[in-house]
């Protein structure tokens, strides 16, 4: 069983910046790709970024230009930089662990919001 747990949410500003990261317990070699995904109030959980192995980093078009996927192995880490960051960006940052794209484990999320 794997944890992830991600941190770096919080409050900012509209053309701000936030880093998340994704602190996984175990190996995430395990997994095929290593995603962020958000949900934002009222709306349905959409992929945000991905990093699949072997094909790099995928973004959702909403994000692409200003959001920046990346995975460190040996430190079991995905980090997702934003900048630019706009008010629909706010909601609530999950992040994935996934095998052929089947989520396999899911992060309990953390929060961004981001103020006009």
């Known amino acids: 069983q794997i944890q992830l747990v991600e941190s770096g949410g919080g409050l900012a500003q509209a053309g701000g910046s936030l880093t998340l990261s994704c602190v996984a317990s175990?190996?995430?070699?395990?997994?095929?790709?290593m995603s962020w995904y958000r949900q934002a109030p009222g709306k349905e959980r959409e992929l945000a970024a991905t990093?699949?192995?072997?094909?790099?980093?995928k973004y959702a078009g909403s994000v692409k230009g200003r959001v920046t996927i990346s995975k460190d192995n040996a430190k079991r880490t995905v980090r997702l930089q934003m900048n630019n960051l706009k008010p629909e960006d706010t909601g609530v940052y999950y992040c994935?662990?996934?095998?052929?794209?089947?989520?396999?484990?899911w992060g309990k999320g953390t929060q961004v919001t981001v103020t006009t």
């Open positions: 994935a662990g996934e095998y052929n794209g089947m989520v396999g484990y």
């Open positions: 175990g190996n995430i070699e395990m997994f095929n790709a």
């Open positions: 990093m699949i192995d072997d094909e790099g980093a």
